[in-house]
T-cell receptor, first 118, second 112 residues
């Protein structure tokens, strides 16, 4: 149980284009989803927290107009990187926290999406 | 000073060795403690989850939390080459919305 998927697993795009990344909880309902960014050989950096049906809460220094997050249902959240630039190239990972009490205090991570902006 | 300190390694051990991974933290509000394993270019995988102080065992893995010393450990018995990965400690507190605070991660290499 507690499986989280991400799509796509990797994407290459041109500078100035937008890229959408999907995060799905496959076998549980996620009240909260988190989006992280990870640079090579570094730990995860929390970008934003999203609760189903409400606006995402962004961490300090993260541009909300550049990283659009939508959490439309209890099983799906999307991250859209708008007008991507090479410095946005990174490994983006989502995680989900479940409704059930047994799952509510832990986060389960997706496999990550590697974004390369040319 | 970082909230969570973790030696990045790398830590190299022979196959079959007992591995000890550790984190220290400064915020006494942390209540939930987790260990994640991350293989290269993959998302973190939850290994162990502990609430408050104490020990927890699951197969070859044992997690220990000592809140009085603000110190957590993960022990891996009979280490295997497939255990080679980055191990991330993480912790959270309800008063901070249960956001995870991660250590830097320790790279473990188990040599056959």
């Amino acid at each position: 149980g507690a499986v989280v998927s991400q799509h796509p697993s990797w994407v290459i795009c041109k500078s100035g284009t937008s890229v959408k990344i999907e995060c799905r909880s496959l076998d549980f309902q996620a009240t909260t989803m988190f989006w992280y960014r990870q640079f090579p050989k570094q730990s995860l950096m929390l970008m934003a927290t999203s609760n189903e049906g409400s606006k995402a809460t962004y961490e300090q220094g993260v541009e909300k107009d550049k990283f659009l997050i939508n959490h439309a249902s209890l099983t799906l959240s999307t991250l859209t990187v708008t007008s991507a630039h090479p410095e946005d190239s990174s490994f983006y990972i989502c995680s989900a926290r479940g409704v059930l009490s047994v799952l509510s205090d832990t986060q389960y991570f997706g496999p990550g999406t590697r974004l390369t902006v040319l | 000073q970082k909230e969570v300190e973790q030696d990045p390694g790398p830590l190299s051990v022979p196959e079959g060795a007992i591995v000890s991974l550790n984190c220290t933290y400064s915020n006494s509000a942390f209540q939930y403690f987790m260990w994640y394993r991350q293989y290269s270019r993959k998302g973190p995988e939850l290994l162990m989850y502990t609430y408050s102080s104490g020990n927890k065992e699951d197969g070859r893995f044992t997690a220990q939390v000592d809140k009085s010393s603000k110190y957590i450990s993960l022990f891996i018995r009979d280490s295997q080459p497939s255990d080679s990965a980055t191990y991330l400690c993480a912790m959270s507190a309800m008063e901070y919305g249960n956001k995870l605070v991660f250590g830097a991660g320790t790279i473990l290499r188990v040599k056959s």
